[in-house]
């Protein structure tokens, strides 16, 4: 299959369909240089957060799963971090796409497996992705000024800066994001520290693509007092509206931190500590399952609350790699973002049960 039908269409279809300020290769020679089987399902992973193939230059999705029967939801391509469309692929469709297609992959229900190929110009595999985005970059493609950024061709942390700078004047909330990140130098970065400057490119994002990861920037800036709320709003309130405009783009750094709200009762008029276990499930972190499961600890349901915690464990709940993997891989596309935010201190004032018992051995939540 790979070689009389996906290899052979891959080369034909890229050389056909040539447009310009996309990554040049010589089409020739794209070769299948990994091949992986992904499998989402309840009770393990769901989602694979938004992001570019930027290692790839044609990647190739063979759907091993019928869509709506086996499972809803699935593969997605996006406009900016929230907008999306759902690929309905079933078993045998494949999509086949270039390193400048934002995608990603949100199962709601049943069982999704996936073969996935990624191809190199190179007949050996070799690494040519630093020329990739060299000319279309510097055409003005926003993207591939974002992706030039990322790359080895641009050697020093300024000249990173530089073209994402190029590309958030492009309209790339991408690289917005990633400047605001720079600004508050939580990314290596040249920039001086400089808040100002970092809640104007989130809000820039914001109002021009209802980023998600621009809502849950200003979200932490807010509640560790580095940008003031507009009008005469309550800080902790303000928080927890844009954590839920970013949680309606998809964000699930953003659901944990609802959920911690909704514990405690942060910014809003009482504690819930049901809906701050839904929170918690919807963000599909390990981070999150360990919170589901000291909710049904706390209120006796034993089996639940062990089915949550092995559920956490799959995805790296507890594994001394997890918080380093989670610190670098970030949202957005970038690290530099944590998952817990400042939140007001205090006492205790809503338990998991809402009434009695206590929250121990979790030191993070």
Not at 89 to 96: E, I, N
Request: net charge negative; proline share 5%.
């Amino acid at each position: 299959i790979l070689a009389e039908r996906i290899t052979p269409f891959v080369r034909q279809q890229y050389a056909a369909n040539w447009k310009e300020g996309t990554p040049i290769g010589d089409w020739s020679t794209l070769t299948p240089c990994y091949s992986l089987i992904r499998r989402y399902k309840e009770g393990e992973r769901r989602t694979h957060e938004t992001h570019y193939d930027q290692h790839a230059i044609v990647t190739v999705v063979v759907s091993l799963a019928d869509f709506e029967t086996e499972y809803t939801g699935g593969l997605y391509v996006a406009a900016g971090r929230a907008g999306r469309q759902v690929l309905p692929l079933s078993r045998g469709d494949a999509a086949v796409h270039g390193p400048d297609l934002l995608h990603g992959v949100g199962v709601e229900s049943g069982e999704r497996w996936s073969w996935i190929l990624w191809y190199r110009d190179s007949p050996t595999c070799d690494d040519h992705s630093g020329e990739w985005f060299t000319e279309c970059a510097a055409a003005g493609n926003a993207v591939c000024e974002a992706l030039y950024a990322a790359g080895p061709r641009a050697e020093s942390t300024a000249e990173k800066i530089r073209w994402n700078e190029k590309a958030a004047s492009h309209g790339l909330s991408f690289s917005m994001t990633k400047l605001a990140r720079a600004h508050l130098k939580r990314l290596p970065s040249p920039l001086p520290y400089n808040p100002a400057a970092a809640a104007a490119w989130y809000t820039k994002g914001v109002e021009m693509w209802a980023e998600p990861d621009g809502h849950y920037g200003l979200a932490q800036m807010l509640l560790s007092n580095e940008t003031s709320p507009e009008g005469k709003d309550d800080r902790v309130a303000a928080a927890v509206a844009h954590l839920e405009a970013a949680v309606g783009g998809g964000h699930s750094f953003a659901a944990y931190n609802l959920g911690v709200a909704h514990l405690f009762g942060h910014g809003l008029p009482a504690a819930d500590p049901a809906a701050a276990a839904a929170w918690f499930e919807k963000s599909g972190l390990p981070e999150g399952f360990d919170a589901v499961a000291l909710h049904h600890e706390a209120n006796g349901r034993r089996e639940e609350a062990e089915a949550w915690a092995a559920r956490a464990r799959r995805l790296g709940g507890g594994a001394p790699w997890r918080k380093g993997a989670r610190e670098r891989t970030g949202t957005g596309g970038a690290g530099g973002v944590s998952l817990h935010s400042a939140w007001p201190e205090g006492p205790c004032r809503a338990l998991l049960r809402g009434g009695g018992g206590a929250v121990a051995g979790k030191d993070e939540l």
